[in-house]
């Protein structure tokens, strides 16, 4: 499937290498403005080629809607918007239909499909697919906005360097959206450097590194969501595992929980006024798969960017045989910087759904 949602619902087409890519959004409220130029901000942030530390494949990213919003207003109808692919090197890509790229989905959609697939660019499994993605949740933010709803959110780690973390019981919108208003998405600058030295250390060196991204959702009232399959955190996870080179996901203590008490963990109630509110946050905002009105946080680990300038092992589907194989193209050496943006569109994606599906 390469949709997602029930009542805001997004269906994702085309490949990274065909003529155009894009989206169509049903259920979105009819009447609602939408600040085209601040979609297109947004866009920005996850388009390529920007800065030495992502690919060099340069595309303007800006969508042309072919229905669903007139002058700006949705409509109401199905919105359906596309952004042309302009800078392929298909010829790159050539030789990997014998020869599979490591870690890459070459293999496996190759039996999936018959060889059949397009094996351009990775197709339709490639993070080019997370531009009509942000085209969703670009508008899903605005709309949640106008509701009091916040999503930002930055590069926790990258390489085994920290930037500073959401606090996960107080985050203001000013720093909650901060990190998406620099050309590196970090909350500290210092850690952000540092960050950088070592993407493009390893870039020189024909590799890639990781990096974690960390999310959070402010502004988001008690009481939605629901148990076993109806869970928020599995509706958000799902979503997540959407956007390529997501290997991992937690939602506020995480892991860590595990090597704590239960007299630790546990969030206690206060209230605050008239508020119930909890003095720690290690559930994530999330407790029985219903949000309890506490900031949403969650974290999602990316992988290194399987295509690297290094020769690696791999195996001729043609002659049977094991070979190696020389990767070329252009590739971000860390994904995660760029998939900042895509996670933020996924959530808002998965926020505004849910509150949707409570009208």
């Known amino acids: 499937m390469s949709s997602m949602g029930d009542k805001v619902k997004i269906e994702i087409f085309g490949e990274s290498h065909s003529a155009a890519i894009g989206a169509t959004i049903c259920g979105l409220p009819a009447g609602e403005k939408i600040d085209i130029d601040e979609l297109c901000a947004f866009m920005e ?5 920007r800065d030495a530390t992502s690919t060099a494949r340069k595309e303007p990213d800006r969508p042309e809607f072919l229905c669903g919003i007139v002058d700006g207003v949705l409509t109401g109808a199905p919105l359906t918007a596309i952004i042309h692919n302009s800078d392929q090197h298909s010829r790159d890509y050539s030789d990997l239909r014998v020869r599979p790229r490591p870690s890459h989905a070459d293999y496996a959609a190759s039996v999936r499909y018959g060889g059949a697939n397009d094996i351009r660019g990775g197709g339709p499994f ?9 085209i969703g949740g670009g508008i899903a933010l605005q709309l949640l906005a106008k509701r009091g709803i916040y999503i930002g959110a930055h590069l926790a780690s990258v390489a085994g360097v920290k930037d500073t973390a959401f606090d996960a019981v107080e985050i203001d919108k000013d720093t909650l959206l ?44 008690a009481g939605h969501g629901g148990p076993l399959f109806e869970g928020v955190e599995g509706k958000i996870s799902s979503a997540m595992f959407a956007i390529p080179a997501v290997k991992g996901i937690e939602f506020g203590s995480g892991f860590a929980c595990t090597e704590m008490l239960g007299s630790e963990h546990n969030d206690p109630f206060v209230y605050e006024g008239e508020k119930v509110v909890t003095t720690t946050n290690n559930s994530g905002g999330i407790q029985g798969g219903i949000t309890n009105g506490m900031p949403i946080i969650f974290r999602v680990a990316m992988k290194p960017t399987p295509s690297i300038l290094k020769e690696q092992n791999t195996v001729n589907l043609e002659t049977k045989e094991n070979t190696t194989l020389l ?33």
């Open 327 to 359: 990767i070329h193209g252009r590739h971000d050496p860390c994904v995660a910087a760029r998939a900042v943006p895509a996670v933020e569109a996924a959530a808002a994606l998965c926020i505004l759904d849910l509150l949707e599906g409570n009208n």
């Open 126 to 134: 490639s993070g080019r697919l997370t531009a009509p993605l942000c």
């Open 178 to 221: 901060s990190a998406g208003k620099k050309p590196f998405p970090v909350l500290d600058g210092a850690a952000g450097e540092k960050m950088r030295e070592a993407i493009l250390s390893a870039k020189a060196d024909g590799d890639s590194v990781g990096g974690v991204i960390e999310c959070a959702v402010i502004g988001m009232p």
């Open 45 to 49: 942030r996850r388009a390529p080629g």
